[in-house]
């Protein structure tokens, strides 16, 4: 059985993501793309979920900076603002009006 840490930073684990790069496990892409179909289920169920409607706006951003490719959690670089050239960018499009 392998088991796949979800761990965010660095030396928090062998086989955590942000020891490797933030080489995909599971993209950033297709959390977006999940994120968004919950949020379509849950319209069409009534729900509220302003939790679930947050994380789709910030991987709309991070994968509008050019990140969808790389494994989901490296999002925890733009929250902490430690890339700056991935806080350049997502700035830049988010002044650009391109995030949906």
Known sequence: ???YE???GAGM????PANNGYKPGFTAAFMLKDLKLAQETAADAGAA???GAA???LYALY?????GGADFSGDINMIR?????????TR??????HVE
């Not at 684990?13 to 955590?16: C, F, I, K, N, V």
């Not at 994968?63 to 990140?67: D, F, L, R, Y």
């Not at 603002?81 to 960018?89: N, V, W």
Request: hydrophobic residues 45%.
């Open 49 to 51: 979920t302003p939790l």
């Open 63 to 67: 994968n509008a900076s050019g990140e």
């Open 92 to 97: 830049a499009v988010s002044l650009q009006g």
């Open 6 to 8: 979800l761990l965010p």
């Open 81 to 89: 603002g430690k890339s700056e050239k991935l806080i350049f960018r």
């Open 13 to 16: 684990g062998a086989a955590s």
């Open 1 to 3: 059985m392998v088991a």
């Open 55 to 57: 994380a789709a706006q």
